[in-house]
Structures are given as structure tokens and as C-alpha cells.
């Protein structure tokens, strides 16, 4: 696949706590000059970008980062704070205690308010797949596919691992017609990014396939 196809899927990220402007200035920059589908940055960001990319570039934020433990109402304010902002796009981490737990019903009813919060915008809901099970994996599946969230994410990149190619199939078999897949996490070649694309991801959360395009220009 063309790197610049494979840019076009990139959520061009930096969450690092430490980020600054200019870091993020440099981020949007890039999204905008490799066409990147958005940059994801930290909140505290979002309505400086927007007003910086001029819509040249989507711009995503996190809520409930990395953790997920939030309250749903916390949850529903940081995405209305957000998109409020400037924010296109929202990626969400779920309640991972609520999961282990078995009590996917509020896992399923706390997606769908955020989703209802976001209305017309793009919700992606992390799952932090290193701390799951198959089974688990499979009934996330399921959650968001029944809430209405618009994509399945697997990592935050702050967890014990990132994606997997194994994770990529299972998501694809089980997600629901209108769910696409967001591969995240430790996603360090052009390769990766190819596998996860052919494997059913339609988005790739990384800061590494644009320094690869810089090292090949």
C-alpha cells in the first residue's frame, strides 16, 4: 500500500502529559502537510488547534484518558467541553472496573450517552485490549456495536500493550455493520500499518508513520 494511503488513515497523536504548544503546533502541522485523517492531542489543546488548523485538519481529543474510571456524566461533559472546543472527533476509554465486573449493560448505556452527547461527531471507544480476555474482547464488541459508537478502539498507549494483529481479526468478525476499527498502540512500521489495514482497521493511532514519511523524503 502507497505511504500516503496509509497516512490518510492516521490519527496522528500526541498525549504525552508533558506536550506543549509548539509540540502540538508541529503535530497539527504535520497532519495538515501528510493529510492525516486527524491528530489527536490532549483537551487542553483542542480549542487552540481547531482555531490553528482551520479546518485543514480534524482535530480528536481523549476523554475518561487513559484510565476510563470517570463518571458517565464526567465522560459526557469532557465530550460536550471538547466539541464545544473545536473537537471533530472523540475517543473514549470505557469503564474498565464495569467490564471485569460483568456489567456490560452499564458499559453499554454509558457509550451510548457520550455518543449521544457527541451527536454528529465521530465517537472511538477504547477498550484497552491488554487487559482483556477473548470473551471480554467479544462482548466489548458487542457494547459498541449496541450503543452506536462509531469505532472500536483497541489501546491508549498508556496500558501494558497496544495492538495486536490477532485483536484486529477478532474486532472484524464481531463488530456490528456500522462499527469500524481503530488499531492503536505500539504500532512502530509501515508493515504493522499495512497488516492492521488488511485486517479490518479503518483508522491507526500512532506518532510514528509520519516520522517514517519524514525519514524517506
Same mark, same amino acid.
Given at each position: /500500500? ?8 492516521? %490519527? ?9 504548544? %509548539? ?36 482535530? =480528536? ?5 487513559? *484510565? ?7 465522560? =459526557?461533559? /469532557? @465530550?460536550? %467541553?471538547? &466539541?464545544?472546543?473545536? @473537537?471533530?472527533?472523540?475517543? /473514549?476509554?470505557? *469503564? ?25 461527531? #465521530?465517537?472511538?471507544? &477504547? ?7 477473548? %470473551?471480554?474482547?467479544?462482548?466489548? =464488541? ?31 468478525? *464481531?463488530?456490528?455493520? *456500522?462499527?469500524? #476499527? ?18 479490518? @482497521? ?16
Amino acid at each position: /500500500m502507497d505511504l500516503s494511503e496509509i497516512l490518510r488513515h492516521c %490519527d496522528h497523536t500526541l498525549l504525552r502529559p508533558t506536550a506543549v504548544w %509548539d509540540e502540538i503546533r508541529t503535530i497539527c502541522d504535520e497532519g495538515i502537510y501528510y493529510h492525516c485523517a486527524s491528530v489527536c492531542i490532549p483537551a487542553s489543546f483542542v480549542f487552540r488547534a481547531a482555531d490553528y488548523a482551520a479546518g485543514k485538519v480534524k482535530i =480528536c481529543t481523549v476523554i475518561g484518558f487513559p *484510565n476510563g474510571y470517570d463518571t458517565t456524566a464526567s465522560k =459526557c461533559f /469532557m @465530550a460536550k %467541553d471538547a &466539541i464545544e472546543n473545536g @473537537a471533530d472527533e472523540i475517543d /473514549m476509554v470505557v *469503564n474498565l472496573g464495569d467490564v471485569k465486573a460483568g456489567d456490560l449493560a452499564s458499559v453499554t448505556r454509558e457509550i451510548a450517552a457520550v455518543k449521544k452527547t457527541c451527536g454528529g461527531h #465521530i465517537l472511538k471507544v &477504547i477498550v484497552e485490549t491488554c487487559y482483556l480476555s477473548e %470473551d471480554e474482547k467479544i462482548a466489548l =464488541c458487542r457494547c459498541v456495536t449496541e450503543a452506536g459508537a462509531d469505532y472500536i478502539k483497541t489501546s491508549t498507549g498508556f496500558g501494558t500493550g497496544g495492538a495486536t494483529r490477532e485483536d484486529i481479526a477478532l474486532f472484524a468478525a *464481531n463488530i456490528g455493520p *456500522n462499527v469500524r #476499527i481503530k488499531a492503536a498502540g505500539g504500532i512502530a512500521t509501515l508493515e504493522d500499518a499495512e497488516a492492521f489495514l488488511a485486517l479490518g @482497521a479503518d483508522r491507526l493511532g500512532t506518532s510514528r508513520l509520519v516520522k517514517l514519511a519524514q525519514a524517506k523524503a
